[in-house]
């Protein structure tokens, strides 16, 4: 008897169009509005020599790096940054350009291409954030 009833309630959802969900779960539709959160993009990054590389295979190594640059103009330094303990690629890396119109080649050249089996991003460095005071000194002002 009970599978019957079972079986009647959902053809009749079925039947409504709501389907299995409407069975399994009551409060399908939330009624509340979530806060919508905009993320902004940073504006972008002024022209420079200086270049960003991320999406680094953790095999890259610097002289692959410059070499992979060096067919777009003059590299003068090329680091890919790694990890201490491993010593492997954390993922990014910077390379430095003679000139503006190098680095531009360098980023139209190398942006959205492979690099030991990874799609690699070029773009324009930005210079790095001040970093906070650190909080080891003596208080100030209670002497």
């Known amino acids: 008897m009970?599978?019957?009833?079972?079986?009647?309630?959902?053809?009749?959802?079925?039947?409504?169009g709501r389907g299995l969900r409407s069975l399994y779960a009551p409060f399908s539709?939330?009624?509340f509005n979530l806060p919508q959160t905009k993320v902004e993009k940073p504006?972008?990054?002024?022209p420079s020599t200086n270049l960003f590389v991320s999406g680094l295979s953790k095999r890259t190594t610097t002289e692959g790096l410059r070499d992979a640059f060096a067919k777009f103009g003059e590299v003068i330094h090329a680091k890919v940054v790694?990890?201490?303990v491993s010593g492997?690629?954390?993922?990014?890396?910077?390379v430095?350009?003679?000139t503006l119109e190098d680095a531009e080649a360098g980023i139209k050249g190398m942006d959205g291409q492979f690099l030991d089996g990874w799609v690699i991003f070029a773009e324009y460095a930005r210079p790095r954030a001040p970093l906070p005071p650190l909080n080891n000194g003596p208080?100030?002002?209670q002497w």
């Open 43 to 46: 504006p972008p990054a002024e």
């Open 2 to 16: 009970a599978m019957k009833a079972a079986t009647a309630a959902i053809s009749a959802n079925l039947q409504m």
């Open 88 to 94: 492997y690629s954390k993922g990014f890396g910077f």
């Open 29 to 31: 539709s939330f009624p």
């Open 96 to 98: 430095k350009y003679a």
């Open 139 to 141: 208080p100030q002002g």
């Open 82 to 84: 790694t990890d201490r």
